[in-house]
């Protein structure tokens, strides 16, 4: 249903804020969805399994490294158009979108930001292009909110690091051709390292049973004495600043991205409830029904105007990291609040995979808590309106 008669809500003409070149990266985004991600994509979370033909067209179609610049591979297109191509890629499923978000921000973004002029040469063409794959490290199994409190270490070897520690619930790790792993120094300084799949010691367990992302690959990073070049040390950053600067980046995305999940669900729901009769009339005549459509639509709206809204105080370069943080926590539990809704006009129908509410739900959960969970991006909302921590 939503695949061949999908209409994307635009309730307040947020259209007219975009150009021309926007409308036409959205639709070149929307009708490869429609045609390569929508047909199968059931199936793929059906069988948990990453669809991993798919990886080398979103980087002939664009989505790896939009706004890095052209010279490395990436289009070098604006911070909008970044957020609509996550916008399509998650109306089609949240997996498909991690895996271009992870890729783009978390990857080529320290690279690029980071990285000397060699590693940018060496791996960016090839990330944006889709012939590597690339994973990001920060999160450890007894350090997720806290990422300060990290474990994994390297020392200096004279003409080596040597990396030791593991990573947990990271995405792409076992399909990774290279990570980018953030780890302390012997003075507890956190830096960026990349690790090359091959190096000895260096192994990525999947992590499997997973009821939500099942068609996104997730997994470990496991150091056991990695020896990893020096050439590998990203030498722009230092601190924790490095890869809180890439959830910037990659929170922004999913701002947008959660919009698509929402407005599949909506459309899907509206077209459902003039179709569906019951008590000898259409479901969406009945009071219950307009008002979940009424809501949901109010909803999708506001975050519209919201992710547009930082989309351009990012493209002036102005977006606070704490900006960012309300448009991803306000933006993914309203796609959350939408999907559930949406499933209930469904009725049964909307528990089957036949129709996209029930993934896009399940999908969600992991949304509102990776990246810094719902509450973890409240604290930060209420560190920077009161200047007071409530973190510790
Ligand atoms: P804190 O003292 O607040 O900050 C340390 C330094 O970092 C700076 N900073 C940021 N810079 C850029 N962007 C941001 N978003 C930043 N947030 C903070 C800050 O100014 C400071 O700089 P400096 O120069 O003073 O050193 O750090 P804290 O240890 O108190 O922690 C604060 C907290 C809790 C907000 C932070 O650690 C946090 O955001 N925790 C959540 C962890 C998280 O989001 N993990 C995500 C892992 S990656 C992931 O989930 C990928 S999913 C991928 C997918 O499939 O799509
Ligand atoms: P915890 O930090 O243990 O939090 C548990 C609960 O305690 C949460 O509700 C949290 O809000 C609450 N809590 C914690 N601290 C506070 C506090 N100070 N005040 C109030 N409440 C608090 N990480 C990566 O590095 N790279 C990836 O690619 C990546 N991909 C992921 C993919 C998936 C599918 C998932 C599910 C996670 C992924 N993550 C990744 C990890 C993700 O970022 C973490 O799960 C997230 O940051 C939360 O950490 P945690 O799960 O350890 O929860």
Redesign the pocket.
């Known amino acids: 249903m939503s695949t061949i008669r999908y209409k994307s809500p635009d309730y307040y003409q947020v259209d007219e804020l975009l150009t021309d070149e926007h409308k036409l990266i959205r639709r070149t985004i929307r009708d490869w969805v429609n045609r390569a991600v929508i047909p199968i994509i059931d199936e793929a979370n059906q069988h948990h399994a990453f669809p991993r033909h798919l990886v080398k067209e979103l980087g002939e179609i664009g989505a790896f490294g939009p706004y890095i610049p052209v010279e490395y591979g990436g289009a070098g297109m604006d911070q909008i158009s970044y957020g609509l191509i996550m916008q399509e890629l998650e109306r089609g499923d949240?997996?498909i979108?991690?895996?271009a978000?992870?890729q783009s921000s978390?990857v080529m973004y320290p690279i690029y930001k980071y990285g000397t002029e060699e590693q940018r040469r060496k791996y960016l063409p090839k990330l944006a292009s889709g012939e590597m794959i690339g994973a990001?490290g920060?999160?450890e199994p007894n350090h997720?909110?806290?990422?300060?409190?990290m474990l994994c270490k390297f020392t200096d070897q004279g003409d080596h690091y040597l990396l030791n520690g593991s990573k947990m619930?990271?995405?792409?790790a076992p399909i990774c051709d290279i990570a980018v792993v953030w780890a302390k120094d012997e003075t507890g300084t956190v830096k960026g390292l990349i690790a090359e799949r091959g190096m000895e010691g260096f192994t990525t367990p999947e992590t499997l049973k997973k009821w939500s992302?099942r068609s996104?690959s997730?997994g470990e990073l496991v150091f056991d004495d990695v020896r990893v070049p020096k050439e590998n040390i990203l030498p722009g950053v230092k601190?924790?600043?490095?890869?809180?600067?890439?959830?910037?980046s990659?929170?922004y995305?999913?701002a947008w991205g959660v919009i698509g999940a929402a407005m599949d669900c909506f459309d899907c729901a509206l077209q459902y409830s003039k179709e569906r009769k019951q008590f000898g009339k259409p479901i969406a005549g009945f009071q219950l029904t307009q008002k979940k459509l009424a809501e949901m639509l109010t909803e999708i709206t506001k975050a519209q105007l919201l992710a547009w809204r930082v989309g351009v105080l990012r493209n002036e370069d102005r977006a606070t990291?704490?900006q960012?943080?309300m448009c991803k926590r306000n933006n993914v539990k309203m796609a959350l609040d939408v999907a559930r809704e949406s499933r209930q006009i469904l009725g049964a129908m909307g528990i089957t995979g036949d129709f996209p509410m029930m993934r896009h739900m399940m999908n969600l959960e992991?949304?509102i808590?990776?990246?810094?969970?719902h509450d973890?991006?409240l604290?930060?909302t209420g560190?920077d309106i009161t200047g007071e921590?409530a973190?510790?």
Request: proline share 5%; charged share 10%.
């Open positions: 949240s997996g979108r991690s895996m978000s992870v978390l990001f920060l999160t997720g909110s806290d990422p300060g409190g619930w990271i995405t792409n992302l996104s997730t601190g924790l600043k490095g890869p809180l600067s890439c959830l910037s990659a929170r995305g999913i990291p704490a960012i943080s992991s949304v808590t990776y990246e810094g969970t973890i991006h604290l930060i560190n921590n973190f510790e």
